[in-house]
């Protein structure tokens, strides 16, 4: 069997606190396994499972005792570095008028899909790592998946609640057909209207430099820039097989600014982004 992986990636944060939570299941061609990986503001595990707990139901997963779906997270973790008890319940989810691949989500062979499940909700619960509380009354949360045999070569990737509104946005050299084209997906939640910005939809990246991504599509245009990065290491597939180490800043400083037409919608500048950026 070819390699492939399967991951969703449930963030939760409140004014001080971020926990980002990865199940996943990958198959490397020769076994299959699945992880969690924990990620917070300041560190990060993975622990591997047997494939044989791994199930799977519509939007919901369970690994073992752990379970992650529409109405939440609930976790029961416990290795000798690493024990984590708790549940967080979601409000109601935000989904996407359509899928954020567009007509991409067709073309087969395709490296990486990626799936967006909920731009924004609420949040209500507590997760104890390793004798630290995390709180999450009146929080947000975010939720996300990808699926596919390997991660992009080159990409960046930035993710923020903000009052009024959320952001998500992936900039990624996409294999196809022997060649390369950078590929741009990204949604901006504003005062209740969702503004799409796509490959598909005539989206062009203007720059991706000095840790700053930059978007332009008809009257639209949207900054990100990583002002200061707290990156930690993370598995990631190739192949399906979790070998590459990639960074995220789960939270950090960044600035984000969105314009269409003559006016500027937002721009802000914040400490709780999440970035990746896996640019040179």
């Not at 969702?194 to 991504?213: C, M």
């Amino acid at each position: 069997m070819k390699g492939y992986f399967y991951g969703w990636y449930m963030k939760c944060q409140s004014g001080t606190q971020t926990l980002a939570v990865i199940p996943a299941v990958h198959q490397d061609g020769r076994k299959r396994t699945c992880s969690i990986q924990i990620i917070t503001d300041k560190d990060v595990w993975t622990v591997s499972f047997p494939a044989d707990i791994f199930r799977r139901s519509g939007k919901n997963i369970s690994i073992g005792k752990n379970y992650f779906g529409e109405d939440g997270i609930r976790l029961a973790i416990h290795t000798p570095e690493l024990t984590v008890k708790g549940k967080v319940n979601f409000g109601p989810l935000s989904p996407l008028k359509y899928d954020i691949m567009g007509p991409f989500a067709f073309v087969p062979f395709m490296e990486c899909r990626h799936s967006v499940w909920s731009m924004r909700h609420s949040l209500c619960g507590r997760v104890c790592i390793n004798g630290v509380e995390f709180c999450f009354r009146d929080g947000r949360g975010y939720w996300e998946g990808d699926r596919g045999r390997s991660f992009p070569k080159e990409y960046a990737w930035t993710q923020c609640c903000f009052p009024g509104g959320s952001l998500m946005l992936s900039v990624a050299d996409i294999p196809m057909m022997g060649t390369y084209f950078t590929g741009i997906i990204g949604v901006v939640m504003w005062q209740g209207k969702e503004y799409r910005l796509a490959t598909y939809l005539g989206a062009k990246i203007v720059q991706i430099q000095n840790r700053t991504l930059r978007i332009i599509q008809g009257d639209m245009e949207f900054e990100a820039r990583l002002l200061e990065s707290a990156g930690r290491p993370l598995m990631a597939p190739a192949k399906g097989d979790m070998v590459r180490t990639i960074h995220e800043s789960a939270a950090c400083r960044a600035f984000y600014q969105f314009r269409k037409g003559k006016r500027t919608l937002f721009s802000f500048e914040t400490e709780l982004a999440s970035f990746e950026y896996e640019y040179p």
